[in-house]
């Protein structure tokens, strides 16, 4: 099973400050699988990026995720205030198929 | 538009099973999957499995492969889930996702608005 560590695990930040979120895998991420997501409280988390750099359908281009092989970032560039939340990472990358999840990095006001 | 709509929270007994529903429209169910996902409290998100919504076939998380089955109507378009042999540690929100893939466990760009299962005595 690949594991997943996000880091920091958790982010004090400002509204207008740029936010980087690190995600390191156990072993190489196949064609580079990797998902972003983001959670608030009471909601049901919110797909931002999959295949470490594509935008999903209606999300801000302040989001961007970069990475490749075992190390990945998702950037927040100019946190608004609906951007404070807990994001995760989530790999799909495996064969057979484990999905797993990181264990999440909130994004707190400072 | 997407929607997937989940059946209500649940409260049941160790040992007890459990089976939340996940009514799905707006989409080609069959050009999908159906993945759940789960949070315990104050913990992350846990992939639990998924099934297609083409063929029926399934993938488990090792760690509940024994205990859940995942299955669909195809006729309703309605994905299940049954949790057996519950314990205190499967108190959590369960989500039912749209996995974008029908072939293989991929990402989940729409999800439910969770079932909250909680066991205890």
């Known amino acids: 099973e690949i594991v997943l560590t996000q880091s920091p695990g958790t982010l004090y930040l400002s509204p207008g400050e740029r936010a980087t979120l690190y995600c390191r895998a156990s072993?190489?991420?196949?064609?580079?699988?990797l998902a972003w997501y983001q959670h608030k409280p009471g909601q049901a988390p919110r797909l931002l990026i999959h295949g470490a750099s594509n935008r999903a359908t209606g999300i801000p281009d302040r989001f961007s995720g970069s990475g490749s092989g075992t190390d990945f970032t998702l950037s927040i560039s100019g946190l608004e205030p609906e951007d404070f939340a807990v994001y995760y990472c989530?790999?799909?990358?495996?064969?057979?198929?484990?999905?797993?999840f990181g264990g999440g990095t909130r994004v707190e006001i400072k | 538009q997407v929607q997937l709509v989940q059946s209500g929270a649940e409260v049941k007994k160790p040992g007890a099973s459990v089976k939340v529903s996940c009514k799905a429209s707006g989409y080609a169910f069959y050009n999908y999957g159906v993945t759940w996902v789960r949070q315990a409290p104050g913990q992350g998100l846990e992939w639990v499995g998924w099934?297609?919504?083409?063929?029926?076939?399934?993938n488990y998380a090792q760690k509940f492969q024994d205990r859940v089955t995942l299955t669909t109507d195809t006729s309703t378009n309605t994905a299940y889930m049954e949790l057996r042999s519950l314990r205190s540690d499967d108190t959590a929100i369960y989500y039912c996702?749209?996995?974008?893939?029908?072939?293989?466990?991929?990402?989940?760009?729409?999800w439910g608005h969770g079932t909250l299962v909680a066991v205890s005595s």
């Open positions: 989530q790999q799909y990358g495996s064969s057979p198929p484990r999905l797993t």
């Open positions: 072993q190489t991420i196949n064609s580079n699988f």
């Open positions: 996702t749209r996995d974008y893939s029908a072939i293989y466990p991929w990402y989940f760009d729409f």
């Open positions: 099934i297609s919504g083409y063929s029926g076939d399934t």
